[in-house]
Structures are given as C-alpha cells and as structure tokens.
C-alpha cells in the first residue's frame, strides 16, 4: 500500500489542511457537487500551476473524490448506483481520442494485507477479453465495437524483488495499451473518510506522494501513456493519528502544535511502520473492489 | 480477535500497570529467567488470591510470557529453538494425569483478516492424527504411546451467528478432549511487545477480558475441561494508543491523567472499531503461526 | 468431497442406470417439468418404498433435480433466475410447522481443493442474523418476522481429526436449529451433467451413499432435525469413467461388461483416489456458490 | 497449467513410448544413477540432434527426471534430502560464465486452481534479495557474493488477458536477470508418476509441447537468456488416460489401437477440457511447493 510514508494521499483532505491555514489558494480550483439520487458527493480538485502544486504537495492534474456515506454498507442496489456514478467519473478522465481503447488495469497493493488488498480484488471481478478479441475478434462477443481489456496483478516489491513500476513498464512496452488505470487502496489523514471516499486522477501514482512501497512513479512520464489512478482510503498512518489528536489537544490549550512534538518523539517513532485500520476491513474491502471492479466493468462498456 | 474491547491482553503489561502505581500486590508472584542458549526471557505471573486478580483485571491462574526478540525476523533455525523453548513451556501447564491426552486444538479468530488469523494458521499447520488412530490404532504410526491430536477452526460470530463458545463447547461434548489449546490474537498496550510476545496461560479465555468478539468464556467452567490459551499480541487497540500518548504527554506537564480524556473524547470516540498493527503484518504472522505449530507438535510428541 | 467412493451422487443417474436394464420401476416417482422463462429444467425423483430405496441404492425421499445448460457460464441474469427456481425449490423441502425458523447451514468439503470447495464458498456469501436478533432483536432489521440464520464450516476430518458428523452434531445440539441445509460438491458418473446440475434432498447426506470423507451420517435420525442437503456434481471418479468408457466399448462389441472390467484390474487400480475434474473450475465453483447462496438467502427471506 | 494439450510434459515419459516402439534411438542419450542415501533417481535425458528431437516431439536439450517415491508423504527430513539432491541438478543447469548471477523465478500457473498452484505457490517460499541488494548492498546479508534474486507470478492468460510470455518477455527486458527459472505443473501421461517426480530441463518451455494456457514460448530464444523449467507433473490428460486404457484393451485383444479410438469418439471427445488429478492434492501441492522452493533457495546460494 502506498500510504504508509504519508500525512494524506487524499487531495481533498491536502486541501482542507492549507485552507485552514491560508484561505484562497492560488492554482487550486475546487468544485463540488452531490447527486441527490445516489446521495453521493463528488468534489473535484483541480491543480492547474506549479504553485498550487507545491502548496497541495500533490502534483498537478485533476482529482476527482466520490464520498458515498452507505459505501461501508453491505447494500447491494445502493453499490450499483455507486458504481455508476464512478463509472461516469472515470470516463471523465479516460483520454478521448480513440473510441475504441486498449486499456491496462493494475491491481496495486499486497493480497496477503487485508487492508492492502483493494487493487487485486478489484482485478480479479473485472471482464477481461483482450486475449479473447486478439484471437477471435469481437464477434466473439457478438460486438462491433469494444475496448481491449487485459490486468495485471504485479505485487509487492518485498516479494517480487523489483520495483512495481518496472514490472509494468515492461509489461505496457510489450501489450502497449491506450491508457493504465492503476488501483490501490489509500491513506487518509483522518479515521472519518476510511473506506467510503473514492479518489480518481488522472495524475498516475507519484514517488513520494504516498508511494513508498513502490518507489518509482508510475505516470504517463515513466510508462509513456496516460495513468488514471483510483484508490480508496483503507488505513491511516499510526504516527500521524497520535500526531494529530496532539496537536489539536495542544492547539485547544493555546500551545504551539510544534511544541506537542518535541515533547513526544518517543511515543510517535514507537508508531514507525504501523497502521490503523477498521476491524471489519475484510468486509469492507470485499464491498469496495466489487463495486469498484463493477464501475470498470460499466466505464469500458461500449453500449 | 480478541482484543478490541480491551487495553491489554498481557498479563506482563497488566502487571507494570500497577506496579507503577503501588508498588508490591499481594497475591500475585512473578518469576523471571532467561535462556541465554536461545535468547528469549520467560515470565511467569501467578495470581493465586482473589485481590491479585481483581487488581490485575485477570482471572486466577498462570500466566507465561515468552519474549523472543528475534521472533518477528525471518530466521529458521533461531524460530526452531523458540518453538522447542514454548513447547517446554506448553508442558508445563498440560494436565498431568494421564500420560495419553487426546486433545483439542482450536484456532480462534478469522482467517480473512491478517492480523486475526493466527489462530486459524496455526491450526493448518499441526499434526492431527486422531481419525487415524481411532480407525487403525497408533500402529498405524508405528508407535506404542500418541496423545490424540483434533484440531477445529469455529470462525467468527459475525459470519457464523453463533458464539465461538457455543461451537467449541458442542464439540467438546462429543469429541470428548482431555484438554482444550485456544490459539488466539491478542491486543498489546504497547507496541514494543507487538508481534515479539507469546502469552501462555493455564486461565483459558475470559469474558471481557479482551475476548469481544466471542462473549462466553472459553474456560474449564464453561467446557468441563481445562483450557490451555496460547496467544501473541498483533494488535494495539487504537484508542488506547492515542489515550496512552495524551496521557504520559499530560503527565509530563503534571497535570491529571484524567483530564486529559475529558478533553478529548471526539479524538477518541473516532477512533472506536480500529486498531493498529504493522505493516509487515502478513509475513509475521505466516512466521508465527509457523513457530506456534511446530511448538504444539513438539509438546504434544510422546517420544 | 463424499463423491469420491461412490459411481453417483445424482438420483437422476441412478434412475437411468436401472431403466437401462429393467424399465419400470417400483416404488420410485419421477415428474419433470420445464420452466420455459428460465430455462430450467426440473426433475422429481420420489422414492418411496424400500424396494424403490434398494433399486437406486439411495435413501427413501424426495430428490430434486434442477438442470441449467447456461449454469457453467458466466451471465448474472441468467444465474439470478436459476437462483430464484433453485429458492422455490428449496421452499418445497423446507419443514413447514413453523413459519419463523432457526436454520444451521453447513458448507461441507474442503476450501484448499477447488473442485471440493462448493459449500466453504455458499457459506461465504450467505446472509447470516443470528446472532444480531438474539442480541438486538429482529428490530434491529426493522423486520417483524424472520428467520434465524447461522452457519458452519465444519473442515475436512484429514485437517480436523473428527468426523464432520460429530462436529454438526454438537453444535446442533448446542444452538438447536430447526433444520439443517447442508451443502456440498458431488459427484456424477459422467461429465455431461458436471457444473450444470443442482441437486436437492430431504434425506440429509448418508455414509456410503457417497460421503466417504464424513463417514458418519448427516441425517434426520442423526441430528435430531431435518436436513436437507444440496449438491452440484463438480467431479467424476477417475475409475467410474474409464470403466464406463470400456463397458460401452465391449458392449459395442456385443461382449459382456463384466468382462471388461476383468481384463483391466490395474487400468482401474491406478486410478484409486483420483478424480476427473474441468479445468475452469475455479471460475465453476466460484458462479456456482454464489448462485446458491443467492438461492438460499431468497429461500429463507420472509417477505 | 500447461499440460492440457498434449499426452506427456516428461521426456521420460516420451523416451519409454518411443523405446517399446523401436528400441535404441538415435540423437537421445540416456544416463540413469541412484543416490542410495537420499533413495533418488535420476534420469538424465539429452536430445542432441533434430531427429531425437523429431522422434521425442521435445526440443533439443537436457531433461534431468528426479524420482523421488517418498515424495507424496510428509517426511520433513526426507523432503530435505530431496531439496538437496534437487538443488545439486538444478546447479548443473545454471549459466557458468558468472559466478554471481541475476537470477529471475517465475511461477507458472493459476493460483486458484489447487493442481495447477504449484508455481505459484513455490514462488511465495523463495527468498527474494534483489531490492535489498540493489539499495543497501550485499553489506545488508553481511555477504561478499551473492545472486540476485527476483520472482514473478504472472497470472494465466483467462485472467490477466495477455500471453504469460508477454508480461515475462516485458519483464526480463526491464529487469535483465542472467537467467530465467520458470516453475510449473505439468501432465504425466500415466498416473504413477504424479506428485511423486520432478523435471528440470535446459529447454525453456515451447509452444505445443504442453503449453496450452501460455501459447507462446518461454525460451531461450524468446527472452535473450537462458530458461530452466522446472515442473512436477500434479495432473493427467483425461482423454488420455480414458484412450490409453482401451488401447491397452485392445492390444490385449491383439486389436489395431487406431480401432479402438475410431469407436469411442464421444467417450474422448465427453472428455475435452477435463483432467484428472488425486484427492489430496492440496497437501502434495504444499508439500511439494516448499521441497522445490528450499531446492532453488540452496541451488542460488553462494556459501
């Protein structure tokens, strides 16, 4: 899972904290919107300058979050409706050119991690056909036209030995998708968005971003085609939970957030290399890669 | 898992508890000693009077704490001598009456969540021989004295309905074991024991005493047989994890514990239904489960 | 999986192989019918008489079998329907005293051998309140009626060194369901049927009547309560179809069967404890469980 | 798993059905010993011209045959005999030029399907260094000279929707191991040998000779570097075995065995897409994967 190196890998979260601190912020735009049918809120963040860049520590594209609060709950029609609406958003962000695509989807992050294990359960309910199209052609599906579908579940670097971004870069080299749609679970700052917010972008996965399980990007810079990446909050870094509930105990006694560090090195570097997650997370990542799965499924459909 | 209820499973982190506060506690013996060949210290709390466990929080009875500081590293040979120390310790709490024991071996928790399925792991690992020498006697094995070895893995309440009690209990009724071994997850205080603790005890498991997710007690009273529970701590409930660092951070300033929580119960109360753990949680426990196993095999060899 | 001792699970085939040699048959029922909208056909085997019981070498009762050429594939509506036939026929078994029902569903077989892991994955995916309405109350599901549903996975007697009967048994007695739905991978004498064929019983599952691995019965008579069991045949004995393939052959060659077989004890022999099985089976097992627990969560809805 | 196609994955296997045809055979060498401590046979089988390979319908090259009868049963210590002796052949077969290597381990197959996990499964046990010594160096092991260790599980084609040979083909050329390792099951011809044989050979793994799922080839010619493969046949044809039991028939008749095969059309045909393998293939899958992985892990060590 990428999160662990990080405060966020939420944009959305990302903006909240600046706008805390300084209000308006320059290069940043932000919309938002709620479907009232789906009671499913979409927020899209836009960083479009160098300068919002650096104030976000997120590189700069668009990041479109879906908070759905039922999305923790085992609803079966209310997940379709989900998947609909993320399927809408996806193909947002799916590049336009060509009606008829080739397109790559990742399954990031550690089968054997519960909380790590969104990105290969979403691979495993996708539809594939790209073997089957490249033998038979789409009148095997008795379609005229459809987009190529093919996955891959590369794993985890301390199990494979190699870098995640390499074993996909040759992967797209050899298969030469259109575009990658990357899928891994997250890293929110607060406990309050865990496995009910959905983040898209068009962004890919950045080194340093949030990814420090698989060091190298994995960005249309590095594999040479459009990276969409979709992920979902599943954990949040232990040290930055105690942080936090510091500070703020800090911050209500009118004391420096900086001061309620110094006084705890010990208690946060104890944290090193720990996560916190919610105790039904099997459940919940076994709801959220069906529906994600499903939403792929429905934003590569070509009616 | 049994942990999420509770601040502590560790009869060990209980103990310090008080200790810290009152010094000497009546009715509870502690004996330590270290094995220099295989580097791992031994702990032994006995609580033998009623005040000692009411001040403990624990049932009467003996607790061993076995900490191995290598254990959560991928060394086989150092993981053998562990095993073969936990055996010998294992022995020391089987009943002594009959030399031939059958027993029950049960593996609590659920398998789909990682840090919950040591118990199940454990169990895929034993050697079971009791429908063979039921069926063709220890012949079969070319042995003249075996212990019967049954292993059972109850799943939890949330997927099955009933109470892990009520499972083990029933086929404790027609199996008839001499004795019951529950392998179960625990919850540290601290993450400094995590993943490198093992927790014998000759109590069983106890209603509210960290066992949350299944309510009946596990023990001697409840299925008429003595109950040997065997755990390693691979969790820190979260809220205790930010309680204790607000505390010892108010400490410092010398101001009541206490009020450190009523400033802070949102910070707490989010926290409720997550837990911490580490995020090679996958690996550790595959190496625990492993050592667990081949120890209950050691101590169950009649040679 | 209990098919493995045995030529045939399936009464279908049973009947067949007698009507081959002597047509009509005493004290044995069959009506067929076809669901045109579903495509499904339905046959009723009615066995009742102990000459009809001694004919077929099954157990006197009621034996449904529900046909799907569309089952191996992979069409969600399709299997939507199938699951709603398959619910109205598991109504038709049901005990019908009372209409609120405490029901115990066991996942028979074994989760590591695919073709064997039929009843794990159905009770993977079954709705389960049990423990929810003994606790909170059907309030809890704003429902005024409904039936209490638990499960189990009781594991394979070469993992648990029990019987899978006595472990039912003691937790029956335990949580004392009123009926038992016990599932199960079967086999059949040829490979037609494999993955496309859903059997259901009021005779529980028998020893010897294929139920090698659970020697003991799961009956009526055994448990105290009625059980219901159903099956899909996902394996053909090794042995059954060669053997078959050489009957067909002499008997081409207008030669006795028995001869056949004399002629090739070690063709046989070295297909001892091996079974015929297809290669997509996982994604066989995986539709089929689902569209049975679907079939089940319907079945014991109470609208 | 490969073997769906073809009669025999064994060179062993193919040199016996040509040998009862027309004794000595040109271009194919056979050497044969037996440790008689580790209770091993060896068969060395080296095609070295066009015709043997004609005849053996295998590709020119090594085909080193480890037997091993113990091998099905769980004798830990026997199991590491084998591991050593395993690891002995598999050195003869690796590269000379470099004594420090970049090795890279592939585990063919499909996960899900319990007799075709076996690659894998094998990879889940290496020990896997490339990432560590790539970063840290080999300081890191407190070694002077290691290999270079990666592995990879590339899935089968029906899941990720791309030839295996693509995503390794990819793969190496980002990468560049000095050599490749790729694990898989195979198909034996007759069950006797199942579970209980292991083949190394020098040839890669070639389109047609028993790669069915991954249509191109993994070969030396393929991917620039050399291709060990390694494979346990866990799985015979059934059409196969089905045909090689009536041709038996009717030699024992003295009949023509084309006769035979032109009457059981269907018999065979039935059998399309199905295969036979043992009850307790699970355990042997487990057993197996861990005495091949401990064989590599020794083979790539550098003392």
Redesign the interface.
């Known amino acids: 899972?990428s999160c662990?190196q990080v405060r966020t890998d939420l944009a959305l979260e990302a903006r909240e904290g600046i706008s805390d601190a300084d209000g308006e912020l320059r290069g940043v735009r932000v919309e938002e919107y709620r479907n009232e049918k789906s009671e499913v809120s979409i927020t899209k963040v836009i960083i479009d300058t160098r300068n919002g860049a650096r104030a976000m520590g997120k590189p700069m594209g668009t990041y479109i979050t879906l908070e759905a609060p039922g999305l923790n709950e085992p609803d079966e029609d209310y997940h379709r409706e989900v998947s609909e609406e993320l399927a809408k958003q996806i193909r947002t962000l799916l590049p336009a050119e060509k009606e008829e695509k080739s397109v790559l989807v990742v399954g990031l992050g550690?089968r054997?991690?519960?909380?790590d294990a969104l990105g290969p359960e979403v691979?495993?309910n996708l539809f594939?056909?790209?073997?089957?199209v490249l033998e038979y052609g789409k009148a095997a599906y008795g379609k005229e036209k459809m987009n190529?579908?093919?996955?891959?579940?590369p794993?985890v670097?301390?199990?494979?030995?190699?870098?995640t971004a390499?074993?996909i870069?040759?992967?797209?080299?050899?298969?030469e998708p259109d575009v990658v749609l990357a899928v891994d679970a997250l890293a929110a700052r607060?406990?309050?968005r865990l496995n009910r917010t959905i983040q898209i972008s068009d962004t890919g996965i950045h080194p340093g971003s949030g990814v420090g399980n698989h060091r190298n990007a994995i960005t249309r810079e590095s594999l040479g085609v459009p990276v969409i990446a979709i992920g979902v909050p599943t954990v949040?870094d232990?040290a930055t939970?105690?942080g936090?509930?510091?500070e703020?105990?800090a911050r209500?006694k009118g004391e420096e957030k900086t001061l309620?560090y110094r006084?705890?090195p010990r208690?946060?570097s104890?944290?090193n290399?720990?996560?916190?997650?919610?105790?039904?997370?099997?459940?919940t990542v076994k709801r959220l890669s069906f529906t994600i799965s499903e939403a792929i499924n429905i934003a590569l459909q070509i009616a």
Chains 1, 2, 3, 4 share one sequence.
């Not at 290399?273 to 459940?283: F, G, H, L, W």
């Open positions: 899972m662990f550690n054997d991690v519960t909380a691979v495993d594939i056909n790209r073997h089957v190529l579908i093919s996955s891959l579940v794993g670097t301390a199990m494979t030995g190699m870098e390499e074993i870069k040759g992967v797209v080299e050899q298969t607060s406990t309050k949040v232990a939970i105690v936090d509930a510091m703020s105990m209500q309620a006084e705890h208690a946060l104890e944290l290399n720990m996560y916190v997650t919610s105790k039904d997370i099997d459940e």
